[in-house]
């Protein structure tokens, strides 16, 4: 973090955030200094959360790999790290001054052994894990009941079109414009609405 702190000019814990997301991934980085979230600006978290979401975690970059050569699936992952801090310092510019840079953490575990300490990552972790699950689950389903609201709707009037049918329609010249053959566009538009 620090290397890229002098690159970008941002904070040093900003940088730290945009690598650490790109090994651990978006929220599981959070966990590594989830007790001095609290002490930091507004602008900082912002920065911190927008680095995090526009990183893919080491977990996903396996599967983009085998779908394209890993080398740009790699240069991918560094040049979206540094577009992403040059589109923050213009819809987020902020200085970070010397007493903000110097955020110390706390000896949370201090008298605890090393097996009290892990467990008590796990079970963070574990939590977060949870949280996506149940998010994941209640998401599929919400497009699950519009799917089938839509095509009940739209079978009254002799077609069965379902919500991301539409959305693809809605997607189909975006898809078509990135250079999607047009007998394609419609499915990937789907897929990017969905997405």
Do not use: C
Request: glycine share 8%; proline share 2%; aromatic share 12%.
């Amino acid at each position: 973090g620090f290397l890229l702190s002098k690159v970008n000019g941002m904070g040093k814990l900003e940088s730290f955030n945009a690598v650490s997301s790109l090994i651990l991934g978006q929220s599981e980085n959070f966990i590594a200094y989830k007790d001095i979230l609290g002490k930091i600006s507004r602008n900082r978290m912002y920065t911190m959360a927008a680095t995090a979401m526009s990183t893919v975690s080491m977990s996903i970059v396996g599967a983009y790999m085998t779908m394209l050569e890993p080398k740009y699936v790699v240069a991918a992952l560094v040049l979206n790290m540094f577009s992403t801090f040059i589109v923050l310092s213009l819809i987020n510019p902020y200085r970070v001054d010397a007493s903000e840079e110097n955020i110390q953490m706390s000896n949370l575990h201090e008298g605890q052994s090393f097996f009290e300490m892990l467990g008590e990552y796990i079970l963070a972790g574990f939590k977060v894990a949870i949280i996506v699950a149940a998010m994941l689950i209640g998401f599929i389903a919400l497009i699950a009941a519009l799917n089938a609201l839509f095509a009940t709707v739209t079978g009254w009037f002799g077609y069965s079109i379902s919500f991301q049918g539409i959305l693809g329609y809605i997607f189909y010249p975006i898809a078509w414009v990135m250079g999607v053959p047009s007998s394609e566009a419609l499915q990937v538009g789907s897929i990017m609405a969905t997405k």
